[in-house]
């Protein structure tokens, strides 16, 4: 048994970190989209760059990893629930999903939205995202679009 479990940590089959903080939001993408999160990382960091932008996530992949995502650990300490799971969702779309960014938007009753989860720019405090977020979810699932 020993033996056996060297070697799994040595293969890479040992689980990814991931903070403590993040793994319910995590497990709750992983169930709904269901996908295995076995090997996606989630960390804090401090992502404070020099440009106008806060970087509030992070998604770094590499050839046969699904990837290793950094939360700016600042930015989590300001964000309520729904925010930061907007923050894990759109994050784990890049890892988990392969999604790229997409910055459409489309007008709804509450005016012009983000059309995706995967948005650029973070917007998950927004009381119109509050009441759309099933259909952002399944957005997600989908790769389309709120409608």
Not at 35 to 53: N, P, T, Y
Not at 84 to 94: D, P
Request: charged share 20%; proline share 3%; net charge negative.
């Amino acid at each position: 048994m020993r033996y056996l479990l060297i070697l799994l940590t040595l293969s890479g089959c040992a689980p990814a970190y991931m903070e403590p903080e993040i793994t319910p939001y995590a497990n709750s993408f992983g169930q709904y989209m269901s996908v295995d999160l076995h090997d996606v990382s989630i960390k804090f960091g401090d992502l404070r760059s020099s440009s106008k932008e806060r970087v509030l996530g992070v998604c770094r992949t590499a050839d046969g990893h699904s990837g290793d995502i950094t939360i700016d650990r600042s930015a989590w300490l300001e964000m309520d629930e729904i925010s930061r799971e907007q923050l894990i969702w759109h994050e784990l779309g890049h890892c988990a999903l392969a999604r790229g960014h997409a910055d459409m938007l489309v007008l709804t009753d509450c005016g012009l939205m983000p059309g995706s989860i995967m948005y650029p720019y973070f917007f998950g405090g927004d009381e119109c995202y509050r009441n759309k977020i099933m259909m952002y979810k399944e957005a997600l699932k989908n790769n389309t679009i709120i409608r």
